[in-house]
């Protein structure tokens, strides 16, 4: 069961332009939604990340845009740089069983930026 | 801040053999995670800790893998006897606490390929 569906699976953008990636969730207990970036050879790393009491954030080039009645959410990097080239993963985790979160992660999008 | 350590980064082996992974947290961080990314998908919990003590293992496949973190601090993992479908990137990740919100923090991953 992919409870994360993640679209495209990669991506070919300008340097410059604005590059889209979309994320859908089925369960609505999900409360946070984090958006990872990993490059070759690396683990993920924190890039942004939302709580569903907010339409959207935004930090620096990148933009969450989040739509809880549609369940859907949306990463944008602005002016996109070659160095942004890597893996994006969305997420989503919940409170279950106590006080233990878990992140199911959706199945990534390789970036590529040309120069 | 040295960050998430991980050992040894590639490994080979045979299906039937066995496997060990070993995995340094971030210095003061309670809680710690492996995950299973298998090429072109997202990383799938397998196991986490909270100090010394299982919080969830729901989706380790417990036939066959095992792990333990028996001071609270590094852990390891192992598979045995490992099969052709183990062949994936093991990430170990640390967050300061359990909470869903705490950013978990990866380590460069060890590589496994079984032949």
């Known amino acids: 069961q992919q409870q994360v569906k993640q679209s495209p699976q990669s991506l070919i953008v300008q340097k410059g332009g604005i590059s889209i990636i979309n994320c859908a969730y089925e369960n609505t207990a999900f409360d946070y939604f984090p958006w990872y970036q990993q490059f070759p050879g690396k683990g993920p790393a924190l890039l942004i990340a939302i709580r569903p009491d907010v339409s959207e954030k935004k930090e620096g080039r990148f933009t969450i845009s989040f739509n809880k009645s549609a369940k859907q959410f949306s990463l944008h990097i602005m002016d996109s740089q070659p160095g942004d080239s890597a893996t994006y993963f969305c997420a989503a985790s919940m409170n279950s069983g106590g006080s233990n979160y878990k992140l199911t992660f959706g199945k990534g999008t390789l970036l590529t930026v040309n120069p | 801040e040295a960050g998430v350590a991980q050992s040894p980064r590639y490994k080979i082996i045979e299906k039937r053999q066995s496997v060990a992974f070993w995995c340094n947290p971030i210095s003061g961080h309670a809680t710690l995670y492996w995950y299973q990314q298998i090429l072109g998908q997202g990383p799938k919990l397998l196991i986490q800790?909270?100090?010394?003590?299982?919080?969830?293992d729901s989706q380790l496949p417990k036939d066959r893998f095992s792990a333990e973190r028996l001071k609270g601090v590094d852990s390891t993992l192992k598979i045995q006897p490992a099969k052709l479908e183990d062949s994936a990137v093991y990430l170990c990740a640390s967050s300061l606490r359990i909470f869903g919100t705490d950013t978990q923090y990866f380590g460069p991953g060890t590589r496994l390929t079984v032949l």
């Open positions: 800790f909270q100090n010394n003590g299982v919080v969830d």
